[in-house]
């Protein structure tokens, strides 16, 4: 533990790392990229950034951190994934590439590249009583949607025609959107939150 009581990793195989990295670090976390399991020891909890899941599986699996980042999730590491890294730590992933798996650990379905061809790309503002009253402006990127959530998950937000794109459960958390490139850093506040109090429990 350093820096305002908390090593925060965020899995570097891929996608907007950098992005997250410069959040936490802006918050007075200590922030390490982590691309090997050696390195989930030094870590009191994980971001998984957005990118494309289907390549972060794949390396993954590859480098060998999967098996064991399955593992310390169920052993209650606090984990924020954003977008892909949403579908990550989706329990179901539907419209998945063929063979595509998920770390799991979150109660839900999420579908891959949700809002269709047409609308790849848009922002709104979600109200999300969880991190203020202010609503959030919210940049969604070829986003999942959250399908159905299950019972031990909650949902945190969702767009106007009610579809889920923010859930806590425990200590995880998941985002369609993209709060490390909108300068709203209250998710990451959020998180943090969760990543000292985790680390102090163990301690
Ligand atoms: N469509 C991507 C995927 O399936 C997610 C996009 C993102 O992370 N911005 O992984």
Do not use: W
């Not at 494309?52 to 994934?81: C, N, Q, T």
């Amino acid at each position: 533990m350093a820096g305002n009581g908390a090593t925060v990793g965020v899995l570097a195989l891929q996608g907007d790392f950098r992005e997250h990295l410069k959040v936490l670090r802006s918050l007075g976390a200590a922030a390490v990229p982590v691309r090997r399991a050696s390195e989930l020891g030094e870590i009191d909890g994980l971001v998984i950034p957005g990118g494309e899941s289907s390549v972060m599986d794949k390396l993954s699996r590859a480098f060998g951190v999967a098996g064991p980042l399955r593992a310390a999730i169920a052993d209650g590491l606090p984990v924020y994934g954003t977008c892909a890294g949403l579908i990550m730590l989706a329990d179901t992933i539907l419209d998945g590439i063929a063979g595509q798996q998920s770390l799991g650990g979150l109660d839900v379905a999420v579908r891959r590249n949700a809002f269709g061809s047409q609308v790849d790309s848009f922002e709104t503002d979600l109200d999300i009583p969880a991190v203020g009253e202010e609503s959030m402006h919210a940049v969604f990127i070829r986003a999942p949607i959250v399908e159905s959530v299950g019972e031990r998950a909650t949902a945190l937000a969702s767009v106007d025609d009610g579809r889920v794109v923010a859930v806590e459960q425990g200590n995880l958390l998941g985002t369609s959107f993209h709060p490390e490139i909108t300068g709203d850093t209250r998710f990451h506040e959020y998180f943090l939150q969760k990543v000292r109090q985790a680390a102090r429990t163990a301690a």
